[in-house]
């Protein structure tokens, strides 16, 4: 199971009371925050970035390390976690949009679309392209830190 969280380390900023942030496993995505709360904000903000370029260019991304003290665990946006997992199924399997695109009777443009992290994909049709894939999304809710 791929949990779409990822450890941020927040650093203090000297003489105030913002932070750094710096995600471990995406060494790229470095960001800062005034405050704690849009230190959080700016972090998921980044992280879809980093995501998102990682998607769009073809590379690696590499599962979430395990949190150690004093990280943050920051979640991938609802908008591009089916995204993530829709490209992820297909990276394991090495299939090309083309070969998805056929399973599904689809043109590879609709795929192409699917994987968009900047195009407003229907849920339901990364659902059934998760499917075919052997793949589902499980959601999950818990208490907020």
Do not use: W
């Amino acid at each position: 199971m791929f949990t779409a969280s990822y450890p941020a380390n927040f650093l203090p900023e000297d003489h105030c009371k913002g932070f750094h942030v710096g995600f471990p496993d995406l060494p790229e995505a470095l960001t800062g925050g005034d405050d704690l709360e849009d230190t959080f904000a700016q972090a998921t903000d980044c992280l879809a970035e980093a995501v998102a370029g990682r998607i769009s260019r073809g590379d690696d991304i590499p599962a979430p390390s395990k949190l150690k003290p004093g990280q943050h665990a920051i979640s991938v946006p609802l908008y591009l976690a089916p995204k993530l997992a829709l490209y992820l199924a297909m990276k394991e399997r090495r299939m090309p949009n083309t070969e998805l695109a056929k399973l599904l009777g689809v043109s590879e443009t609709v795929v192409r679309r699917m994987l968009n992290p900047k195009h407003d994909s229907k849920p339901e049709k990364i659902q059934a392209a998760l499917a075919a894939l052997g793949k589902r999304i499980v959601v999950t809710f818990e208490d907020a830190a």
